[in-house]
């Protein structure tokens, strides 16, 4: 098991930046990719990025790359998300997820990962 916890969300203003963290606890860390969604009320789970057990491969969404970067810090157990010039509809909760290295599959889907956190509000004012 693998338990995820999301931080670093709230209210920010149009064109500001956000850094979202999720803590990873429960085995060993580097063994999972690490996903980012986000979802909006009425909508399915979107896909933001996800990353590589050792930190060195990333992938994002489309409309997303440029602004937003993943990482993570395997000696502290947790991934972030940095978000930069955020936009009103960028309003979402934002979830990590995790899932093992290796899988077959680009990590894009929610069926693909194993493991949930709660997730963190975002919410970007105009």
């Known amino acids: 098991q693998v338990q995820l916890v999301e931080s670093g969300g709230g209210l920010v203003q149009a064109g500001d930046s956000l850094r979202l963290s999720c803590a990873a606890s429960g085995r060993t860390f580097s063994w999972y990719t690490m996903g980012w969604f986000r979802q909006v009320p009425g909508k399915e789970r979107e896909f933001v990025g996800r990353?590589?057990?050792?930190?060195?491969?990333?992938s994002y969404a489309d409309a997303l790359e440029g602004r937003f970067t993943i990482s993570r810090d395997n000696a502290k157990n947790t991934a972030y998300l940095q978000m930069n010039s955020l936009k009103p509809e960028d309003t979402a909760v934002y979830y990590c997820a995790a899932r093992p290295i290796g899988r077959n599959g680009g990590g894009t889907s929610t069926a693909s990962y194993d493991y949930w956190g709660q997730g963190t509000q975002v919410t970007v004012s105009s």
């Open positions: 990353i590589s057990g050792s930190g060195g491969s990333t």
